[in-house]
């Protein structure tokens, strides 16, 4: 596949998935089925769906990325740049390790020292798009060492979010999924021991995912019964079972991580944005494309970053997202009030 197609893929894919799964936030398994039903189609507003900060964080990584030209200490300060704005466009749902760096880096805190001690899954949302733009596993490294910095310094972030954009890279190059060479770069990452727990559940969700057993099951066997947490030692395993047991199935993958319950947006934009890397857009269902209402709004990054095209100041470009924001969070805040009901 060309490379256009799978950063639109990854784009694209990490979209549809983030609003399929967002109505599921924070619900578990059993909740979610009896509230919702299965994850089929869009059901944030009137069958229709929008992104969240999933989405908008790799939209944000992907341009810095290609404005930065192989420049890693220029991506950082593109990358904060971004994020010091899209901090001012009120996104509803922003993890508190990353409005805290945020808030360091409007008070001039450079973006090696932004970052917070946090083991959040902030850093592996920004992953998969480096996985499909960076050009060698060691570039990838630096790449993703600089975007976790920004805003989690815990190794734990850094070594997940680097397993992401692994699998990442060998998904938009089309090479079959392959755990044990994720694992081995896993394990090499930055020249130092990763933490045990993560690679621990990475080798477990090799293991299951050659048994193939199902995401679900694999989660319930590694203590995520309620569901995946926003905790990236239980994120990354999850995530890279189902890419590893669908690889080329776009719905089946997206699908399975939000049945698992929990932070089932981030969970599903981060394997939709793999997967999408692997199947291109066209992989993902024409249907769940088509009522997503922002996807005008990503297809226009997609071209603007792919051509390099000069964008607009960066706060007229993000501010303008603002009426949309205040209407996504009211909608956010309704289906909030809607839990509060039956059935339970």
């Given at each position: 596949m060309a490379a256009f197609e799978a950063f639109r893929g990854c784009l694209?894919?990490?979209?549809?998935?983030?609003?399929i799964g967002l109505p599921y936030e924070g619900l578990t398994a059993r909740r979610a089925s009896l509230l919702?039903?299965?994850?089929?189609?869009?059901r944030l507003i009137l069958g229709h769906g929008m992104v969240s900060d999933d989405t908008e964080h790799a939209i944000m990584t992907g341009a810095a990325f290609?404005?930065?030209?192989?420049?890693?200490?220029?991506?950082?300060?593109?990358?904060?740049?971004?994020?010091?704005?899209?901090?001012?466009?009120?996104?509803?749902?922003?993890?508190?390790?990353?409005?805290?760096?945020?808030?360091?880096?409007w008070c001039g805190v450079k973006p090696r020292r932004s970052g917070v001690r946090s083991a959040g899954n902030g850093p592996a949302m920004r992953a998969p798009v480096l996985g499909?733009?960076?050009?060698?596993?060691?570039?990838?490294?630096?790449?993703?060492?600089?975007?976790?910095?920004?805003?989690?310094?815990?190794?734990?972030?850094?070594?997940?979010?680097?397993?992401?954009?692994?699998?990442?890279?060998?998904?938009?190059?089309?090479?079959?999924?392959a755990p044990m060479t994720?694992?081995?770069?896993?394990?090499r990452f930055q020249g130092v021991e990763s933490p045990q727990p993560l690679l621990e559940s990475v080798r477990r969700a090799a293991e299951s995912a050659a048994r193939c057993e199902s995401t679900t099951d694999f989660a319930t066997s590694i203590g995520l019964h309620r569901g995946i947490s926003g905790f990236i030692v239980h994120t990354v395993p999850v995530c890279l079972h189902a890419c590893w047991l669908y690889p080329r199935d776009f719905k089946a993958a997206v699908q399975s991580v939000i049945r698992c319950g929990g932070d089932a947006g981030t969970t599903a934009a981060i394997v939709g944005g793999i997967v999408g890397a692997r199947v291109g857009a066209?992989?993902?269902?024409?249907?769940?494309?088509?009522?997503?209402?922002?996807?005008?709004?990503?297809?226009r990054w997609v071209q603007r970053t792919s051509s390099f095209e000069n964008h607009r100041p960066e706060a007229i470009a993000t501010l303008s997202r603002l009426p949309r924001n205040v209407v996504f969070a009211a909608i956010v805040i309704g289906h909030g009030f809607r839990r509060l009901l039956p059935p339970y």
């Open positions: 694209i894919g990490c979209a549809v998935a983030d609003s919702l039903g299965e994850p089929d189609r869009h290609v404005s930065a030209k192989g420049d890693v200490d220029a991506f950082s300060r593109e990358l904060a740049k971004r994020l010091r704005w899209w901090l001012m466009a009120m996104p509803a749902g922003v993890g508190f390790a990353t409005l805290k760096s945020c808030l360091k880096l499909v733009l960076a050009h060698s596993a060691e570039e990838l490294e630096r790449f993703v060492l600089a975007s976790t910095l920004i805003s989690h310094t815990d190794p734990r972030s850094q070594a997940g979010a680097f397993a992401i954009a692994m699998e990442a890279f060998r998904a938009s190059r089309q090479l079959d999924p994720t694992i081995a770069a896993l394990e066209e992989g993902v269902p024409e249907r769940w494309r088509s009522r997503l209402l922002d996807l005008a709004w990503v297809e």
